[in-house]
C-alpha cells in the first residue's frame, strides 16, 4: 500500500461519511472523470472533495498551465498534503456548500466545469440537496457537472434520491460505462445545462 493510499484509508476509518473512500480513485475513472475539462480557451474548473488528488492531477494535465483552478476540500490534513504537491492550485480548506460566495471573493462569475469528489450517497437528503444548489448555482449556464457512484452503491436510497435530485438539477444527466479497473469499480455521472431554477429549491 502506497502512502497516499494509507492516508486515505486512514481517514476512512476516523470519518467514513466525510472520506467516503477507501483508496484513491485510479488513472482511469479520472480520465472518465474529467473529460468535461476543455483542453482549450481559459476555462473556470471547479474540483470539489479532491481528497489525495487523482483528479486534480488529471484537471492539470488537462489544463497545462491555462485557465483556474479552484480546490475545495473539508479534510485539513488531505488539503494540506494536496497543497504541496500542487502548489498552482487554489485550494480551500471548507465547504463546498460556499462555492458560489468562494468564486465571487476571487472576482470569478461561474465555474464552467465542477469535478465532483464527493461522496454523495453518504450525506444525508438536506446534505445533499444544500451541495447540489451551491454547485448549481456557481456553474455557468452551459457548463458541465460531473462525478461519480461506486457500483455496489448505486441501489442504496441515498444513490437514488441523488440520481433524482441530478435530475430535477440538469437539463441532461448520463451515466457513462463501469470503470472496472477501480476500487472500488464506479461510473460516472455526467451532467449538463444546469436548470435555472434548481438552485433556488
Same mark, same amino acid.
Given at each position: 500500500?502506497?502512502?497516499? &493510499?494509507?492516508?486515505? +484509508?486512514?481517514?476512512?476509518?476516523?470519518?467514513?461519511?466525510?472520506?467516503?473512500?477507501?483508496?484513491?480513485?485510479?488513472?482511469?475513472?479520472?480520465?472518465?472523470?474529467?473529460? !468535461?475539462?476543455?483542453?482549450?480557451?481559459?476555462?473556470?474548473?471547479?474540483?470539489?472533495?479532491?481528497? $489525495?488528488?487523482?483528479? $486534480?492531477?488529471?484537471?492539470?494535465?488537462?489544463? @497545462?498551465?491555462?485557465?483556474?483552478?479552484? /480546490?475545495?476540500?473539508?479534510?485539513?490534513?488531505? @488539503?494540506?498534503?494536496?497543497?504541496?504537491?500542487?502548489?498552482?492550485? =487554489?485550494?480551500?480548506?471548507?465547504?463546498? /456548500? =460556499?462555492? !458560489?460566495?468562494?468564486?465571487?471573493?476571487?472576482?470569478?462569475?461561474?465555474? =464552467?466545469?465542477?469535478?465532483?469528489?464527493?461522496? %454523495?450517497?453518504?450525506?444525508?437528503?438536506?446534505?445533499?440537496?444544500? +451541495?447540489?444548489? @451551491?454547485?448549481?448555482?456557481?456553474?455557468? !449556464?452551459?457548463? /458541465?457537472?460531473? $462525478?461519480? &457512484?461506486?457500483?455496489?452503491?448505486?441501489?442504496?436510497?441515498?444513490?437514488?434520491?441523488?440520481?433524482?435530485?441530478?435530475?430535477?438539477?440538469?437539463?441532461?444527466?448520463?451515466?457513462?460505462?463501469?470503470? %472496472?479497473?477501480?476500487?472500488?469499480?464506479?461510473?460516472?455521472?455526467?451532467?449538463?445545462?444546469?436548470?435555472? =431554477? @434548481?438552485?433556488?429549491?
Amino acid at each position: 500500500m502506497n502512502s497516499e &493510499s494509507a492516508v486515505l +484509508l486512514g481517514q476512512f476509518l476516523r470519518s467514513p461519511a466525510a472520506t467516503g473512500a477507501v483508496a484513491p480513485s485510479s488513472r482511469r475513472l479520472s480520465r472518465a472523470v474529467c473529460a !468535461p475539462v476543455p483542453e482549450g480557451g481559459e476555462p473556470v474548473v471547479v474540483e470539489l472533495g479532491p481528497g $489525495t488528488g487523482p483528479f $486534480t492531477a488529471e484537471i492539470r494535465r488537462r489544463l @497545462a498551465g491555462r485557465g483556474r483552478h479552484l /480546490a475545495v476540500e473539508i479534510n485539513p490534513l488531505l @488539503a494540506g498534503r494536496l497543497s504541496a504537491r500542487h502548489p498552482e492550485v =487554489d485550494l480551500v480548506v471548507g465547504s463546498a /456548500a =460556499d462555492l !458560489p460566495a468562494l468564486l465571487a471573493e476571487r472576482g470569478l462569475a461561474a465555474a =464552467d466545469v465542477i469535478v465532483s469528489g464527493l461522496p %454523495w450517497a453518504a450525506f444525508s437528503a438536506g446534505h445533499q440537496a444544500a +451541495l447540489l444548489r @451551491a454547485a448549481v448555482g456557481a456553474l455557468a !449556464p452551459g457548463g /458541465a457537472f460531473t $462525478t461519480f &457512484s461506486y457500483v455496489h452503491a448505486r441501489a442504496l436510497p441515498a444513490a437514488l434520491r441523488f440520481r433524482r435530485a441530478l435530475t430535477a438539477s440538469f437539463e441532461e444527466v448520463v451515466a457513462g460505462r463501469t470503470v %472496472w479497473r477501480n476500487l472500488p469499480p464506479a461510473f460516472v455521472y455526467h451532467a449538463r445545462r444546469p436548470r435555472a =431554477d @434548481a438552485a433556488l429549491r
